[in-house]
């Protein structure tokens, strides 16, 4: 893995820092999510929807725009947090791959494991970093830049969750091969993705290692259009060692 440069990462950053610095890149506030018993304050860009809109006006096009996608809450992010506030992850040592801002993560340290969050964008864990410091975090939960294609870790966890990290093909790949080498033989992988990526590649290539259950979850989410409710599927994939 890289050596570490970015601030987020450093054991001597300071909040007020990390903060400034997110907010002379982006537009942020922090939201407070309840999530069973467990509060937080999580940092995001204010409405994203805005800010892409932005981007895209600035630049003449989309075409080519990295658009932060992770610095958001997303509703499959919620859902898995709740399945982790009730499968007992007390004690378990815990992997969040793409965390993002760290929702899973966090709810999961606050349910008594110790986590590692991971992603390989470093303004991710630059918001990750500010959002585990926010909420007092720091003892349950280290940060890491790894890319999951690529990279590999010094140990193995009890437990890989992810969230909406299986939308790109190209990866499905290396990340079977990064949880057959990262997950204990007992161990347990819980994924969360939309209804509109079928993923049927990474199934295929995952069911030759793990035994595959999966259920669909409904939800409701406000349009950002009509500003009426829309239902919507999120699919939880649990997977385990054949």
């Keep these: 893995m890289p050596t570490p440069t970015n601030p987020a990462l450093s054991s001597g950053a300071r909040l007020d820092d990390l903060l ?17 018993d467990v509060q937080l304050r999580v940092l995001q860009i204010k409405d994203m929807e805005a800010y892409i809109e932005q981007l895209a006006a600035s630049s003449g096009t989309q075409d080519g725009l990295e658009l932060p996608f992770w610095a958001k809450i997303w509703p499959t992010s919620m859902l898995l947090s709740h399945i982790l506030s009730t499968c007992g992850v007390n004690g378990l040592n ?5 965390a993002g801002i760290g929702v899973c993560g966090m709810v999961a ?13 470093p303004d991710a864990l630059l918001f990750a970093r500010i959002n585990v410091m926010k909420n007092d975090l720091e ?4 940060l890491a830049d790894v890319d999951f294609t690529t ?13 909406e990290i299986l939308y790109r093909e190209s990866t499905y790949s290396p990340l079977v091969q990064f949880l057959d080498s990262h997950l204990t033989p007992e161990g347990e992988i819980l994924l969360a993705k939309s209804h509109i990526f079928r993923s049927q590649g990474f199934y295929a290539l995952a069911e030759k ?8 979850l409904g939800y409701k989410e406000t349009s950002p259009h009509s500003n009426e409710p829309e239902r919507h599927v999120c699919r939880i994939l649990r997977m385990t060692r054949k």
């Excluded at 815990?94 to 793409?98: A, N």
């Excluded at 990279?151 to 969230?163: L, N, T, V, Y």
Aim: aromatic share 6%; with cysteine; proline share 3%.
């Design 94 to 98: 815990v992997l969040e791959l793409g």
């Design 209 to 216: 290692t793990f035994n595959l259950q999966e259920k669909s």
């Design 151 to 163: 990279d590999r870790m010094p140990q193995r966890f009890e437990r890989i969750i992810g969230s």
């Design 139 to 142: 003892d349950r939960i280290q």
């Design 20 to 36: 400034s610095l997110a907010k002379s890149k982006y537009p942020v506030e922090f939201e407070t999510i309840g999530i069973g």
């Design 109 to 121: 340290a606050c349910m008594g494991a110790r986590v590692t969050l991971t992603d390989c964008h």
